[in-house]
């Protein structure tokens, strides 16, 4: 059985996919929404080159 999970809202981070189980650390948290910001910066500007990119 395979269960997927879509997002309604892009630019927000889940910090657990069901409710109450087992959440993220901040640290943890901050990297996924640095991760997504990037990704999101590449899909949207798909000419630039980001590999070098920082937030």
């Known amino acids: 059985m395979h269960i997927t ?5 892009k630019g927000q981070t889940w ?10 650390d901040p640290y ?3 990297l996924g929404q640095k991760r997504l910001m990037l990704h999101r910066f ?10 070098q990119a920082h937030f």
Do not use: A, V
């Open 15 to 24: 910090s657990s996919p069901i409710l109450g189980q087992g959440q993220l």
């Open 42 to 51: 590449q899909e949207e500007n798909p000419g630039f080159d980001f590999s």
């Open 28 to 30: 943890s948290t901050d």
């Open 5 to 9: 999970l879509q997002k309604r809202d």
